[in-house]
């Protein structure tokens, strides 16, 4: 970006003062301190341990600093930006992992959880046929990581803690490291200290689960009541602030429905997009047939550039050969026509050749996804578990 534009963009977005307001100084000593006497008030109740303790402790903190992505699929000229705090080794960095190893378990109990593209396919793909007439739909909150109240996210964070089997003392200790992570968010951008006064800095571990959170309690205290909902929604699936619905009845109803959502909380607000043909969620473009059967195809957004890791990269040899292989299983996961396939295949190769990969490679795992013996991709219904190897670009390339 031009840097009088992303510089413009980032003071427009900190001159909200009811998101962010300046501080004059770096707090992170007092932060510290307020940290070190919340863990010395549970060590010495039996709450946590040593071990705990230590952990939550970081005797070298890091600044957190504040920049923008900028959101190219709004707008290609002017594009507003998604604001970031990399807070990584910060003060807070221990108390956001910690609170992230507790919470997501819980949030994936919730009843509109999605984990990934492949989780929300196997949960439509359920859905045999629904009504011919109903509408295919997805809501999208607006800035949801800057909206979140935190009064109201802390109160939601208490019921997902309440639900499982903690101790009450120790919810009450999660709740207390949640408030540091909320009221204490601070950050540096250029030589100005600001601190973030609503919802919670995209950039902390615990960000997305304390939103899913958010959503669940507001979706199990207005949402699941309503009566529209009740009587017309066929499902309702969430992933963090994307959701998809399936509604019968008129369009009428629909933009009801929208309306009270946008009407319980005025910083919540939401998007709408609905039609009874089709419709992008995610990475995958929804279709109803006239007999309402749903099949699945691969979206991309107009603005999509070409990524993909190039050939030349000091990357090993085997991590680069198995790009084609993992993005080719992931069309045969997403697209449901066998006929649309193979033209998925050829484009997504196309996409692998102007990054220079071997045409011999591509052809080989191009026919192994459409091979009759080659077994259908599953989609995953067990979590992984990562590797992730670090690499040097002056790595001698083998």
Known sequence: MDRTMY???????LSDSNTYRVIPRDPTFDIDRKIRNLIRTYLD???IDQNTAKFLSNPNPVIPVFYILPKVQKSLTNPPGRPIVASTDSILSPLSIYLEKILTPLVKTTKSYLLDTGHFLSLIREYDTIPPDSLLVTLDVNSLYTSMSHEKGITATRTLLQASNMSSKSIKFCLDLLKLVLYENFFLYEDTYYVQCCGTAMGSNVASAYANAYMSHFETNHVYPENLFKQHVRCYHRYIDDIFLICTGPSELLLS???YLNSIHPELQFTIQYDRNHIPFLD??????????????LFTKATDCNNLLHYSSSHPKATKNSLPRSQFTRLAKIVSDPAVLPIRLDSMSQKFRDRNYPTRLLELERNNILSPQSPCPQLATKERVPFVHTYHPLMPKK
């Open 7 to 13: 510089s413009s963009e980032v003071l427009r977005q």
């Open 257 to 259: 429905f929208h309306q």
């Open 45 to 47: 109740n039996h709450t």
């Open 284 to 297: 995958t473009m929804i279709h109803k047939d006239q007999s309402g059967k749903l099949t699945s195809d």
